[in-house]
């Protein structure tokens, strides 16, 4: 069959490469891809949230399902589009309707449907600029951190973490009144701070049953030691090595299904990834958030480890038969490290030359945020490459990883150099 991906990023090209080994794949191709993808897929140039352009490359590549790698033209309705479409509503898309995809579009509509189904999470209230003077007041019930949260998508960096009351209220302001993120933060969402750990767990359902994907868990902070300014993720190892059968069952009975339970009831139809972020509190997990897509640089950790041929799990997940699927996983350690342009997250060059793939033969690298010019490999974005290597556990994986990172160079490339110091 001809599969289409939409995106650009490490996730997409993780996604193409495990494609690509299936049996049952014709032809690959990524809108609008980078230049990992161009060395194994077609790439089109066009941007994930023009509609009616992936309409005509549907139509002119015969694509028989479409799988949606970012969350943004989830959150847009790309998978509504194709349903209310003569032409395209019986061509599958991997990615959640418009309304559940809601629950990443929104702070404040994933706290009401965690509240809603009983899901544990922080205490929180979500305010306004009418409401700016309730939110000083919410504040000031708090104990340090703050944590205030824009609303909609703000790329990730929508989340702020203070440590004074004063900064956290100027802060709050600033969002809401001055529009620090854009209409993401027209309403802010104030939490409770939660202390512990940080994983990610993956969720594969078809609606009706569903698939516990491996755990994960990335590094936000662009500084080692986990200090700085945070970032898209610089790294991620997989599974998680404190997540042990006790834990993980708690994530099952209070956690997921209740999520894929809660979306029946709200009839929210989804048929896709669920990326639920949780932290470790005194042993008990919260969910920090819902994204409706899987992560990235998590991606590059979960993606491998999966042994199944991925055409076959969305065939499956299409038809609404994913418990007839027999999830097999390699039982290694994944560990993926991102390499940055100088100066990410803030400033940054691109179209800087990146030479070395050729050296790497102990992992794999994926391409984040690259692009050919004249046949070379630049950068063309802040996070630009993942390094992805197996080990028996995660330190092994990890050398493997930064041995191969050394190979690589581009001028004032970054990364960090102590992922898994806190496990």
Request: charged content about 25%; aromatic content about 8%.
């Amino acid at each position: 069959m001809n599969i289409l991906i939409l995106g650009a990023g490490g996730r997409e090209h993780t996604l193409a490469w495990k494609l690509k080994q299936s049996t049952k794949l014709t032809q690959l191709f990524v809108a609008p891809g980078n230049a990992g993808t161009a060395s194994i897929a077609v790439n089109l140039n066009i941007g994930v949230n023009d509609f009616d352009s992936i309409k005509n490359a549907v139509v002119d590549h015969n694509i028989d399902m479409v799988v949606v790698g970012p969350e943004d033209p989830l959150v847009n309705g790309v998978h509504d589009f194709f349903l209310n479409d003569e032409t395209l509503k019986n061509i599958p898309v991997i990615g959640p309707q418009k309304a559940a995809a809601t629950l990443e579009g929104s702070k404040d509509f994933a706290k009401e449907f965690m509240m809603r189904h009983n899901i544990p999470t922080a205490a929180y209230q979500s305010f306004t600029s009418d409401t700016l003077e309730d939110g000083y007041k919410f504040l000031e019930t708090l104990k340090a951190p703050y944590v205030l949260k824009a609303d909609g998508l703000a790329a990730g960096k929508g989340v702020l973490i203070l440590n004074n009351l004063q900064e956290a209220k100027d802060e709050l302001k600033t969002m809401l009144v001055d529009a620090k993120f854009g209409s993401a933060s027209t309403t802010v969402v104030i939490e409770e701070f939660l202390d512990g750990i940080e994983l990610s767990v993956f969720v594969l359902t078809d609606g009706e049953n569903y698939k516990v994907l491996p755990t994960a868990k990335d590094y936000k902070r662009i500084g080692e030691g986990d200090t700085g300014l945070n970032t898209g993720g610089m790294g991620a190892i997989s599974p998680v090595p404190f997540a042990n059968k006790e834990f993980m069952d708690k994530i099952h009975t209070r956690v997921v299904k209740p999520t894929v339970e809660g979306l029946k009831k709200d009839d929210l139809p989804y048929k896709g990834f669920i990326f639920i972020g949780l932290i470790k509190v005194d042993n008990d997990p919260k969910v920090i958030e819902y994204n409706v897509r899987l992560g990235d640089p998590e991606t590059e950790v979960v993606i491998p480890r999966i042994k199944n041929d991925l055409v076959e799990v969305f065939e499956a997940v299409a038809n609404q038969t994913l418990n007839t699927i027999d999830l097999e996983l390699d039982e290694r350690t994944a560990t993926t490290v991102m390499a940055v342009s100088g100066g990410y997250p803030e400033a940054y060059e691109k179209g800087i030359e990146i030479s070395g793939f050729e050296n790497v033969n102990d992992a794999t690298v994926f391409h984040a945020g690259t692009t050919l010019k004249n046949d070379t490999v630049v950068t063309a974005g802040g996070r630009v490459l993942a390094v992805t290597a197996f080990g028996n556990d995660f330190k092994e994986a990890l050398e493997k990883s930064y041995e191969s990172m050394e190979k690589i160079h581009f001028d004032k490339m970054y990364y960090r150099k102590d992922l898994g110091f806190d496990l």
